[in-house]
Nanobody, 119 residues
Framework: QVQLVESGGGLVQAGGSHRLSCAAS????????MGWYRQGPGKQRELVAR???????IYADSVKGRFTISRDNAKNTVYLQMNSLKLEDTAVYYC?????????????WGQGTQVTVSS
C-alpha cells in the first residue's frame, strides 16, 4: 500500500505565494514521476506540473514562470511552490505519484487539498 499525504492548502490572496507538499509512504518502489494536478470549480482535472526521477519538469502553460515543482527523493516528497497566484488558480490540488508495481507503471493519488485564491 502507498499513501500520499498532502499539506499546505488554504486561503491566499491574489498575487501571493503558497507551497504545497506531498509525502509518499508505505511500500515505495521505483518512482517514475511525481506531480500535481488540479480541478477547479466546474472544470476537469488538469496537469499542473510534473517531475521525473531524473529531474525533468513539465508545466501547464497557465502556470509557467509562476509555479515551481521540486522533489526530495530521499523523503519521497514533492513540492509545488506557487507564486503570483491568480484567482483562476483556485482549485483542489491533487498529488500524483507514478511508480512501478508488478512490472507495470501505476498511478497513486492524494486525497486533494483546497487552494483558494481571493481578491
Amino acid at each position: 500500500q502507498v499513501q500520499l499525504v498532502e499539506s499546505g492548502g488554504g486561503l491566499v490572496q491574489a498575487g501571493g505565494s503558497h507551497r504545497l507538499s506531498c509525502a509518499a509512504s508505505g511500500t515505495i518502489s521505483s518512482i517514475n514521476a511525481m506531480g500535481w494536478y488540479r480541478q477547479g470549480p466546474g472544470k476537469q482535472r488538469e496537469l499542473v506540473a510534473r517531475i521525473t526521477s531524473g529531474g525533468t519538469t513539465i508545466y501547464a502553460d497557465s502556470v509557467k514562470g509562476r509555479f515551481t515543482i521540486s522533489r526530495d527523493n530521499a523523503k519521497n516528497t514533492v513540492y509545488l511552490q506557487m507564486n503570483s497566484l491568480k484567482l483562476e488558480d483556485t482549485a483542489v490540488y491533487y498529488c500524483n505519484v507514478n511508480m512501478w508495481r508488478g512490472g507495470v507503471p501505476y498511478d497513486y493519488w492524494g486525497q486533494g487539498t483546497q487552494v483558494t485564491v481571493s481578491s
